[in-house]
């Protein structure tokens, strides 16, 4: 009998990697999976038992069972294990064979990486991927960059066990080079700023307004069934009921507050002051998953100055409409600050990115799913070339009809002594924004006096410097 040949490897088999696999698999594509851990092999081999799937502990032994040219994924922590990998499947490589980087790999490694294995004869594309261990299992949103005939040799897979709006498939070819990573550490990005949002939510109705667990859970179970329609507030909603079997205390309530990163945010906020693009919500979530680590000094702190806030003094159910509001406003900010970055990075790396298509993929799979993103598809589908979210009619008037109430929440908020900080963020770019004329001219003039950094003028020419220094008074 002829030796069974697998149609993908896989290198990882944590959740993400075996899930993947065990979802191609329900597909009727035959599997490989590698792992140094023989317990993740023989767990991946149970879960898939029945299906066409087969682990390994031998690298060479996965690669050579693999049907040619071999497609091998690497879901492997981002960094030097990715070309630890690399340097691992090389001498088991033929021309013409496809490495697959399904990680958060920064962008600028993708790049390098791509440079490198081309001059070996080896095709190459960072895939971000998005939707966590359920989505890897059940459909995820894939953002495969790079490539673009290696991506076309495996559309059908990628189609296949991809998530499903409408009947179409979440991922796209997003465009050359590293695109594929950038979209997704874009996306990442725009996921800290909504996290953020939420917490400061939960922070206004939790001690603004004294909610408790429960209540909180009704009310985001009631947003879920609206505009705020989002995996986020889903699972926030999930959250605020859950109790671990025999407990008395909700989980949510024993967790230290004292947020993890991985990076993706940080690489979102500094890519973004490169190109001197403004996503002042999303640095905020940033800035404030790095406070929340200062646990001990927070604590100093509270007892050097008072930690707790006033309780708000607002009329309940008006405020909670208020703050529906105002949330749907600073989400919509996010995006929009994120999908800049996209057009902007578009535009500064040759990356030619088609903001529907993208916009379209995140609709279902992946962790910023949310009703909004079909308003954006349409947005950015009606006018391709849009040049800033916040320009579309549509959502000019969605914008519009929550500022109040944004303005509201903000106020109530700050003046009880609540720290809000994205929502903040979030009000104050919007105006500055619209704003016609900002007070930016001062600090040209500033920069002039102490720098001779120079003007410009209105309606001239040109550019200026003076002596600002003031002339000696006389005797």
């Known amino acids: 009998m002829a030796e069974t040949k697998y149609n993908f490897g896989m290198i990882g088999l944590g959740t993400m990697g075996r899930n993947l696999l065990l979802n191609m698999a329900d597909h009727g594509v035959p599997v490989a999976g590698y792992d140094i851990n023989p317990d993740q092999v023989a767990g991946f081999e149970k879960e898939g038992e029945g299906k066409p799937v087969k682990g390994f502990t031998d690298l060479a032994a996965m690669t050579q069972s693999l049907s040619t040219p071999r497609a091998i994924m690497m879901l492997v922590p981002a960094g030097k294990p990715v070309d630890n990998v690399i340097e691992k499947l090389l001498p088991l490589l033929e021309p013409g064979d496809i490495i697959i980087d399904g990680g958060n790999s920064h962008f600028t490694d993708t790049v390098i990486r791509d440079k490198y294995l081309d001059e070996k004869g080896l095709h190459f594309f960072g895939m971000g991927i998005s939707g966590g261990e359920e989505g890897a299992r059940k459909g995820p949103s894939m953002m495969p960059g790079g490539d673009k005939q290696a991506y076309l040799t495996l559309k059908p897979i990628f189609d296949a066990i991809a998530a499903k709006v409408n009947g179409e498939p979440c991922v796209t070819y997003i465009g050359p080079g590293a695109s594929g990573h950038f979209v997704k550490m874009v996306h990442n990005g725009i996921e800290y700023g909504l996290m953020q949002l939420i917490a400061e939510t939960y922070e206004m109705l939790r001690k603004g307004l004294q909610l408790d667990n429960q209540e909180l859970h009704q009310l985001f179970k009631g947003w879920n069934e609206g505009r705020l329609q989002s995996f986020l507030i889903e699972v926030t909603r999930d959250i605020f009921n859950f109790k671990e079997d025999g407990a008395d205390q909700y989980l949510l309530d024993l967790i230290k507050d004292q947020a993890k990163s991985k990076g993706t945010g940080k690489w979102t906020s500094q890519v973004a002051m490169d190109l001197e693009v403004p996503i002042p919500t999303i640095d905020m979530a940033v800035a404030m998953r790095d406070l929340s680590k200062y646990k001990v000094l927070r604590v100093k702190a509270a007892g050097v100055y008072g930690g707790e806030p006033a309780a708000l003094n607002v009329d309940k159910e008006e405020f909670l409409k208020s703050v529906e509001e105002a949330l749907y406003f600073s989400t919509v900010m996010t995006y929009a600050q994120g999908l800049d970055l996209l057009y902007r990075s578009s535009i500064a790396y040759g990356y030619n990115l088609n903001l529907a298509e993208i916009a379209k993929i995140w609709r279902g799979g992946c962790i910023i799913r949310a009703e909004l993103l079909n308003d954006i598809f349409d947005a950015y589908t009606k006018a391709p070339s849009l040049e800033h979210l916040l320009l579309d009619d549509s959502i000019r ?71 600002w220094m003031p002339l000696p008074s006389k005797p």
């Open 397 to 467: 008037e969605q914008v519009a009809r929550s500022l109040g109430s944004m303005r509201a929440v903000v106020t109530s908020a700050i003046t009880a002594g609540l720290a809000i900080p994205a929502y903040a963020a979030s009000l104050t770019f919007f105006d500055a924004f619209r704003s016609e004329n900002m007070p930016s001219n001062l600090i040209q003039a500033q920069r002039d006096y102490f720098g001779a950094h120079t003007y410009e003028l209105i309606g001239k020419e040109g550019v200026f410097h003076t002596h």
